[in-house]
Antibody
């Protein structure tokens, strides 16, 4: 059974960089069949797609593109998110997820989520 | 970005009721529409992909329909476990967007 687990600091200061890692177990992140992505959810609000990695290519939410980087480490079976110059509006639960294509693209496996608070 | 608008934003219903949640896209997205269920403190769970494709393990009381800009998630007979928040998501463009959510309450 595939499992994804987010890790990283729960508190980040304004203007600093938010860095999260997603560790994948029960499957290989190197598979060319799947995409790997990040989605966030501010407290009490809806879902916002952030970024995605697939087969050497990266895709970003246009509204966040200037501040976001997604990267992959196949040796550790992990992928990571960096979001720089954070403000209080970046406070959210951050989810990592696997995406696949079967008729459409969809997120079929999700991590449990990790709350990141931006505050001094 | 493609805007996804769900209605209603919240819905009160009872066990055994039939309910429908609609999702409208700001432009045609073919059938690139997915539905997720989220319970408090949990990650979203995929229910339906490609507008009408029920995922394995999801009760047959759930169904999805629609094409183009208008989509519907229907629950034919509400069970206690169905009270949650539901989101639609378009994957027609790589800048994926979600609806604002529909909270289904007793």
């Amino acid at each position: 059974q595939l499992q994804l687990q987010e890790s990283g600091p729960g508190l980040v200061k304004p203007s600093e960089t938010l860095s999260l890692t997603c560790t994948v177990s029960g499957g290989s992140i190197s598979s060319s069949d799947y995409y790997w992505g990040w989605i966030r959810q501010p407290p009490g609000k809806g879902l916002e797609w952030i970024a995605m990695y697939f087969s050497g290519s990266t895709y970003y939410n246009v509204s966040l593109k200037s501040r976001v980087t997604i990267s992959i480490d196949t040796s550790k079976n992990q992928f990571s998110l960096n979001l720089n110059s954070v403000t209080a509006t970046d406070t959210a639960v951050y989810y990592c997820a696997r995406q696949q294509y079967s008729g459409t693209y969809f997120f079929d496996y999700w991590g449990q989520g990790t709350l990141v608070t931006v505050s001094s | 970005d493609i805007q996804m608008t769900q209605s209603p934003s919240s819905l009160s219903a009872s066990v055994g009721d039939r309910v429908a949640i609609t999702c409208r896209a700001s432009q045609s997205i073919s059938n690139y529409l997915n539905w997720y269920q989220q319970k408090p403190g949990k990650a979203p769970k995929l229910l339906i992909s490609a507008a009408s494709n029920l995922q394995s393990g999801v009760p047959s009381s759930f169904s999805g329909s629609g094409f183009g800009t208008d989509f519907t998630l229907t629950i034919s007979s509400l069970q206690p476990d169905d009270f949650a928040t539901y989101y639609c998501q378009q994957s027609y463009t790589t800048s994926y967007t979600f609806g604002q959510g529909t909270k289904l309450e007793i």
